[in-house]
């Protein structure tokens, strides 16, 4: 039997015995951090990325470097000690070396760290398999996930493992992997890898493992605090949870952490089973001690996450890497694109759950740079926004670090009930934290989020003029989004499927942001009641834990791999740092458009009179839709163009490259 014996005697975070430990008993220390989103250099206080002067003033935290050094500390530490480093995904997407390399600087300093078992985050999916395959191929540990499958047509078949047995100190240590079952709603797997429900799936690995005899199992996760401990944690055979997804910070020391490290929790099978996380961005290390008996039982679990602060010396040698491999992108990270009178918030926290400053930011430039067309009504995922920026010069690699993902904006025409059940689905997952909380511009609602999902949103009013006026629900509006949450991403399959006269291909989100700022300049950040909380309950703001002493000797560090050449940049994936987005001449902002009223439905131009066949020369900034107004006078006829020149993805329109216009009829 897995486990015969019950533990006693707890308290929230050690599990305690009164006599010593038996011969038998066995200890584990394991390292950990997740969602480390590519923040390969390291982070200020706005989780953006930190500068020379803030670094030399020692305000930051995290990094690649940093990461490395603490790890090969706390292996010093704990020389002659069982040691397992895990890594519980979300290591893509969230900087310019993202952006540039898709994934292979971020991989390379993972290989550097010795790491036992990685899990997949969703993240990893974002460019499907573009990005994840040379991941898995070049990856220097094996990577773990009982839940995704994928078939002989995928790049990732076979590289994938629903778990592993690593042998530790002459004991054998089970290590299953799981992701969130709704990776296919918030990412881009693709056709041909499927991801499986949680719990079905690693219960079946775990049994596995159990059947080999393995009494020891550690669940490495990326699904989410609530789920890993309330649903994960009571998988039978399960022992430890190192989780992911939710950037959750556990602590015994932050009085406003979300949960003790470890959270104990009651496993049907009468024993305790400690669940951790880390927060996220490299911040933090975590380092857990775990005590098992001679059953897989867990007798002992306690520690604390360490605080990746000034206090850690970042590497030297992996300094000097990450600005060799910065140097493609550091002209275009220092372009300075206006100024701000105030910081601007974009963090994780606020903009998942009510009104903030960067979703007014970003919706707002979304609706100046298309109002136009009669877009009236603009929504921004929460999940989408990525850091803050602080006060004064902003800078494209600022916006870049708070739009990484190379969206475009979108535009459609939706009903005005389908609006509200959009709205509906933003707040649907409020206490998950989920990226899909609407930010809004030309749009007022109010919910209560003590209602049951689906039945939160009240009160919604839309722009009229200098008016606010409720939604006609029977009304058709134009609506602006990005093309990931158009296309159906973070649960919005409403506009999937309700959307008409859908148009995916406009300019990039960051670039149309960094020509608002430009315009505006200096700009304010400002929040003012466009989303309203009925009966809010303040949230307390987090506090900075106390960095945790380690308490043990440690083992060696290991030798550093040879000097890697620098990556090649993947095709396809450095538009950014090849084709920067334009900036105006001489720091000169470009005059700001008139604030114009836009209409609530736009009156179509006369289509152009039939004529002959034309090519045009693309330049900076062209999209389809712009084009097709041009020639034809309408807009919705971009396809014709499209069609006639397939050689051309139309989100990335060659600039110099000719056209062909076929005639307008």
Same mark, same amino acid.
């Given at each position: 039997?897995?486990?015969?014996?019950?533990?006693?005697?707890?308290?929230?975070?050690?599990?305690?015995?009164?006599?010593?430990?038996?011969?038998?008993?066995?200890?584990?220390?394991?390292?950990?951090?997740?969602?480390?989103?590519?923040?390969?250099?390291?982070?200020?206080?706005?989780?953006?990325?930190?500068?020379?002067?803030?670094?030399?003033?020692?305000?930051?935290?995290?990094?690649?470097?940093?990461?490395?050094?603490?790890?090969? @500390?706390? *292996?010093?530490?704990?020389?002659?000690?069982?040691?397992?480093?895990?890594?519980?995904?979300?290591?893509?997407?969230?900087?310019?070396?993202?952006?540039?390399?898709?994934?292979?600087?971020?991989?390379?300093?993972?290989?550097?760290?010795?790491?036992?078992?990685?899990?997949?985050?969703?993240?990893?999916?974002?460019?499907?398999?573009?990005?994840?395959?040379?991941?898995?191929?070049?990856?220097? +540990?094996?990577?773990?996930?009982?839940?995704?499958?994928?078939?002989?047509?995928?790049?990732?078949?076979?590289?994938?493992?629903?778990?592993?047995?690593?042998?530790?100190?002459?004991?054998?240590?089970?290590?299953?992997?799981?992701?969130?079952?709704?990776?296919?709603?918030?990412?881009?797997?693709?056709?041909?890898?499927?991801?499986?429900?949680?719990?079905?799936?690693?219960?079946?690995?775990?049994?596995?493992?159990?059947?080999?005899?393995?009494?020891?199992?550690?669940?490495?996760?990326?699904?989410?605090?609530?789920?890993? *401990?309330?649903?994960?944690?009571?998988?039978?055979?399960?022992?430890?949870?190192?989780?992911?997804?939710?950037?959750?910070?556990?602590?015994?020391?932050?009085?406003?952490?979300?949960?003790?490290?470890?959270?104990?929790?009651?496993?049907?099978?009468?024993?305790?089973?400690?669940?951790?996380?880390?927060?996220?961005?490299?911040?933090?290390?975590?380092?857990?001690?775990?005590?098992?008996?001679?059953?897989?039982?867990?007798?002992?679990?306690?520690?604390?996450?360490?605080?990746?602060?000034?206090?850690?010396?970042?590497?030297?040698?992996?300094?000097?890497?990450?600005?060799?491999?910065?140097?493609?992108?550091?002209?275009?990270?220092?372009?300075?694109?206006?100024?701000?009178?105030?910081?601007?918030?974009?963090?994780?926290?606020?903009?998942?759950?009510?009104?903030?400053?960067?979703?007014?930011?970003?919706?707002?430039?979304?609706?100046?740079?298309?109002?136009?067309?009669?877009?009236?009504?603009? +929504?921004?995922?929460?999940?989408?926004? *990525?850091?803050?920026?602080?006060?004064?010069?902003?800078?494209?690699?600022?916006?870049?670090?708070?739009?990484?993902?190379?969206?475009?904006?979108?535009?459609?025409?939706?009903?005005?009930?389908?609006?509200?059940?959009?709205?509906?689905?933003?707040?649907?997952?409020?206490?998950?934290g989920a990226g899909r909380f609407a930010q809004v511009?030309?749009?007022?609602?109010?919910?209560d989020k003590s209602k049951a999902p689906g039945s939160?949103?009240?009160?919604?009013?839309?722009?009229?003029?200098?008016?606010?006026?409720?939604?006609?629900?029977?009304?058709?509006?134009?609506?602006?989004?990005?093309?990931?949450?158009?296309?159906?991403?973070?649960?919005?399959?409403? +506009?999937?499927?309700?959307?008409?006269?859908?148009?995916?291909?406009?300019?990039?989100?960051? @670039?149309?942001?960094?020509?608002?700022?430009?315009?505006?300049?200096?700009?304010?950040?400002?929040?003012?009641?466009?989303?309203?909380?009925?009966?809010?309950?303040?949230?307390?703001?987090?506090?900075?834990?106390?960095?945790?002493?380690?308490?043990?000797?440690?083992?060696?560090?290991?030798?550093?791999?040879?000097?890697?050449?620098?990556?090649?940049?993947?095709?396809?994936?450095?538009?950014?740092?090849?084709?920067?987005?334009?900036?105006?001449?001489?720091?000169?902002?470009?005059?700001?458009?008139?604030?114009?009223?836009?209409?609530?439905?736009?009156?179509?131009?006369?289509?152009?009179?039939?004529?002959?066949?034309?090519?045009?020369?693309?330049?900076?900034?062209?999209?389809?839709?712009?084009?097709?107004v041009k020639y034809y006078g309408d807009g919705t006829?971009?396809?014709?163009?499209?069609?006639?020149?397939?050689?051309?993805?139309?989100?990335?329109?060659?600039?110099?490259?000719?056209?062909?216009?076929?005639?307008?009829?």
């Amino acid at each position: 039997m897995k486990k015969i014996a019950v533990i006693a005697a707890l308290s929230a975070s050690t599990l305690g015995l009164s006599a010593g430990a038996s011969f038998a008993d066995y200890t584990l220390n394991i390292l950990h951090f997740n969602d480390w989103h590519s923040r390969i250099e390291s982070n200020n206080k706005y989780e953006s990325t930190c500068s020379a002067e803030e670094e030399t003033k020692g305000e930051c935290v995290g990094g690649a470097a940093r990461l490395i050094t603490a790890i090969r @500390q706390e *292996r010093d530490k704990l020389k002659g000690q069982n040691v397992l480093l895990l890594n519980a995904g979300d290591n893509f997407q969230g900087s310019l070396f993202y952006t540039t390399y898709k994934g292979a600087a971020e991989e390379e300093f993972l290989n550097q760290m010795g790491l036992d078992a990685v899990t997949l985050g969703n993240h990893e999916f974002d460019d499907g398999e573009t990005a994840l395959v040379p991941y898995l191929d070049k990856a220097k +540990f094996p990577v773990v996930s009982a839940n995704v499958n994928a078939n002989e047509k995928s790049g990732a078949h076979g590289k994938i493992k629903p778990s592993i047995v690593v042998e530790i100190g002459g004991q054998k240590i089970g290590i299953v992997g799981g992701i969130t079952n709704d990776t296919p709603e918030i990412a881009s797997p693709g056709p041909n890898i499927a991801i499986a429900d949680d719990v079905k799936s690693m219960t079946a690995a775990v049994e596995a493992l159990k059947a080999e005899g393995v009494n020891k199992i550690i669940a490495v996760t990326h699904i989410g605090y609530p789920r890993e *401990r309330d649903v994960i944690a009571k998988i039978p055979g399960v022992d430890v949870v190192v989780g992911g997804h939710s950037h959750s910070l556990l602590s015994n020391t932050d009085p406003k952490a979300e949960g003790p490290y470890p959270t104990m929790v009651d496993n049907p099978d009468g024993y305790k089973v400690p669940v951790v996380q880390a927060a996220s961005y490299s911040k933090y290390l975590g380092e857990v001690k775990i005590v098992f008996d001679d059953n897989g039982v867990v007798k002992e679990a306690s520690g604390d996450p360490i605080h990746l602060d000034k206090s850690i010396t970042p590497d030297p040698q992996v300094l000097a890497r990450i600005k060799e491999l910065g140097a493609p992108i550091e002209e275009l990270k220092a372009k300075e694109v206006g100024e701000t009178t105030a910081a601007i918030d974009g963090s994780r926290e606020t903009c998942r759950a009510r009104e903030c400053s960067m979703g007014n930011l970003v919706s707002d430039a979304v609706l100046d740079r298309v109002k136009d067309q009669g877009v009236t009504i603009v +929504f921004s995922n929460g999940g989408g926004l *990525r850091a803050s920026i602080d006060q004064g010069k902003v800078t494209m690699g600022e916006v870049l670090t708070v739009l990484p993902f190379q969206n475009t904006v979108a535009t459609f025409k939706l009903a005005g009930k389908d609006v509200v059940a959009a709205l509906e689905n933003g707040t649907s997952q409020l206490e998950d934290g989920a990226g899909r909380f609407a930010q809004v511009a030309g749009l007022k609602y109010s919910f209560d989020k003590s209602k049951a999902p689906g039945s939160r949103i009240s009160d919604v009013l839309v722009a009229d003029g200098s008016n606010w006026v409720p939604i006609d629900e029977n009304k058709d509006y134009i609506v602006a989004t990005n093309n990931y949450v158009r296309q159906g991403g973070d649960g919005y399959k409403i +506009f999937a499927e309700k959307a008409k006269d859908a148009y995916d291909y406009g300019p990039s989100l960051e @670039q149309v942001v960094a020509d608002y700022l430009s315009a505006h300049n200096p700009y304010t950040p400002k929040v003012e009641g466009r989303i309203t909380e009925i009966a809010a309950n303040a949230a307390a703001e987090p506090a900075k834990p106390a960095e945790a002493a380690p308490a043990e000797p440690a083992k060696p560090a290991e030798a550093a791999p040879a000097e890697p050449s620098m990556p090649a940049l993947p095709a396809g994936s450095n538009d950014i740092a090849n084709s920067p987005p334009s900036l105006p001449a001489d720091g000169a902002a470009p005059p700001a458009k008139p604030a114009e009223a836009a209409p609530s439905e736009p009156a179509k131009p006369a289509e152009a009179a039939p004529g002959a066949e034309t090519s045009h020369v693309i330049a900076r900034g062209d999209t389809y839709w712009d084009l097709a107004v041009k020639y034809y006078g309408d807009g919705t006829r971009w396809k014709v163009i499209a069609d006639a020149n397939p050689g051309h993805e139309p989100r990335r329109l060659p600039v110099g490259a000719t056209l062909t216009i076929p005639a307008a009829k």
